[in-house]
């Protein structure tokens, strides 16, 4: 992404407000059948969360499960895919979520010049890029929205959002 555009669109996200929703925006789990929440209601297994190695399902009562990337992301292995007894997920595999992540740029040490790369190191799709030494970008065409950089981020700035459908 060009530098400037990125620098651009991230004051513009911060003057919007953008990264400051009041509810947290929870993602559902990799290929999730929004449509089929019923049958996941009334799951009384909850054998997508039990097998996920990662940790990161989260099911409350009364709702369907959702993905907390505060320690760890998804890798999507499609373990919990699999567990599902109860017709909740699409059939081909998933390998990225319908979010987007975005870096609060006043709060990012690095963009304040000092050094970090916890994001980038911990990316494996290499989607974090830093033009020079102070200015990480996220590379959205390259950005699965696993999550990983989130929980690792030492100013707590990276965040997700949902992907807004384009018209
Ligand atoms: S795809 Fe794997 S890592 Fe991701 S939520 Fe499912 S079980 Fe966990
Ligand atoms: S930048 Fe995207 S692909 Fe890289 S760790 Fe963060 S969420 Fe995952
Ligand atoms: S881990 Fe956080 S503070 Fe460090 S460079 Fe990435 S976004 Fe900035």
Redesign the pocket.
């Known amino acids: 992404m060009d530098s400037r555009r990125g620098f651009f669109t991230s004051l513009v996200a911060l003057a919007t407000g953008a990264g400051k929703e009041e509810k947290p925006f929870h993602p559902h ?2 290929g999730f059948i929004v449509e089929n929440s019923d049958n996941c209601l009334s799951c009384t297994t909850s054998a ?1 969360k039990n ?4 940790g ?2 989260v099911r409350e009562e009364s709702t369907v499960p959702y ?1 907390d990337f505060s320690r760890r992301g ?8 699999t567990a599902c007894e109860s017709d909740c997920f699409v059939a081909e595999p998933i390998t990225s979520l319908k979010a987007e992540i975005k870096i609060g740029i006043l709060s990012c040490l690095a963009w304040n010049k000092t050094i970090c790369r916890s994001c980038a190191d911990v990316c494996n799709d290499k989607a974090i890029q830093f033009i020079g030494l102070w200015n990480p970008e996220i590379d959205s065409n390259a950005c699965t929205a696993c999550g990983f950089c989130i929980g690792v981020c030492p100013a707590f700035t990276i965040t997700l959002h949902p992907l807004k459908e384009s018209t």
């Open positions: 789990l990799p997508c097998v996920c190695e990662e990161i399902i993905l998804c890798t999507f292995c499609g373990e919990c895919i």
